[in-house]
Nanobody, 120 residues
Framework: QVQLVESGGGLVQAGGSLRLFCAAS????????MGWYRQAPGKQRELVAR???????NYADSVKGRFTISRENAKNTVYLQMNSLKPEDTAVYYC??????????????WGQGTQVTVSS
């Protein structure tokens, strides 16, 4: 059984910073790509940032230059450093990862989500 657990969300004023954490645990053989998605009320879930197992990153245009994704493979953990936050960044942020378990079956896993609220 594999789990993704997020933390680090909260309430912050515009211009502030937050750092999100997501740790994978369970019967993990390997982790491929990891990423962060977000969903604002009334909107579709969208990709925020993604990082491959080799460290290649890509970002949504709306967060380029403000957000940084990173990972620690030894800890099965991915981070999202969010700077210069704007009210439009308010959303539930979800961690996602493609994980191959001990049965060598790759699957996409999702965390439970963490709320980020940016006040103006």
């Amino acid at each position: 059984q594999v789990q993704l657990v997020e933390s680090g969300g909260g309430l912050v004023q515009a211009g502030g910073s937050l750092r999100l954490f997501c740790a994978a645990s369970g019967s993990i053989f390997s982790i491929n790509a990891m990423g962060w998605y977000r969903q604002a009320p009334g909107k579709q879930r969208e990709l925020v940032a993604r990082i491959s197992s080799a460290g290649t990153t890509n970002y949504a245009d709306s967060v380029k230059g403000r957000f940084t994704i990173s990972r620690e493979n030894a800890k099965n953990t991915v981070y999202l450093q969010m700077n210069s936050l704007k009210p439009e960044d308010t959303a539930v942020y979800y961690c996602a990862a493609r994980i191959t378990d001990l049965l060598t079956i790759p699957k996409d896993y999702w965390g439970q989500g963490t709320q980020v609220t940016v006040s103006s």
